[in-house]
């Protein structure tokens, strides 16, 4: 779980603003970045949790959709072995309330769904990336132009965002 003192601890650390914008900004955060900073054993861990922290210090409205929530959810109760967390259903509910608690989570609107049509047919996406331009669409049903993912790469096709990687916050 992130705790408050995570994200508080990396207070203090420098980090690279050369692409983060003026505060106060508007992100979404992509689920990566919830199921790295549920790991203080992955090496991402840092990053992450420092990165959420600045921005949180600075203001800035960090977002959640219900998506990144099944996303989290699924990974989180998958085993190890699956590339998973393994944490039992008890213990993914309490991160969910979590970040429930320190992010605003978006509501599903039915401009969503006309966003994420549009977004497909324009960038022909296929196969799982139509998960990635569901995030998109969310970003775009709720004016938010900023997310923040250590998968760059996998949203570089939409030009209507801002991308942001964590270790650049």
């Not at 861990?45 to 699924?74: H, M, S, V």
């Not at 213990?91 to 049509?117: M, S």
């Not at 497909?120 to 923040?148: C, P």
Request: net charge neutral.
């Amino acid at each position: 779980m992130v705790q408050a003192s995570s994200l508080t601890q990396h207070s203090t650390q420098s980090a690279s603003v050369a692409t983060a914008p003026a505060s106060p900004t508007s992100y979404l955060l992509d689920t990566n970045l919830l199921t790295r900073s549920a790991q203080p054993q992955a090496p991402e861990y840092p990053i992450a949790t420092a990165a959420i922290a600045k921005l949180l210090r600075q203001g800035d409205r960090l977002c959640l959709t219900p998506q990144n929530l099944i996303e989290f959810w699924a990974v989180a109760t998958r085993p190890v072995s699956a590339r998973g967390l393994d944490l039992t259903a008890a213990q993914a509910a309490a991160e969910l309330h979590y970040f429930q608690n320190i992010f605003d989570l978006l509501p599903d609107v039915p401009a969503i769904y006309d966003a994420w049509l549009r977004l497909v047919l324009t960038h022909d996406v296929q196969g799982k990336q139509a998960h990635d331009a569901r995030l998109v669409a969310v970003m775009k049903a709720h004016g938010i132009t900023h997310l923040l993912t250590f998968n760059i790469a996998d949203f570089r096709r939409f030009s209507e965002i801002t991308l942001v990687h964590p270790r650049d916050v």
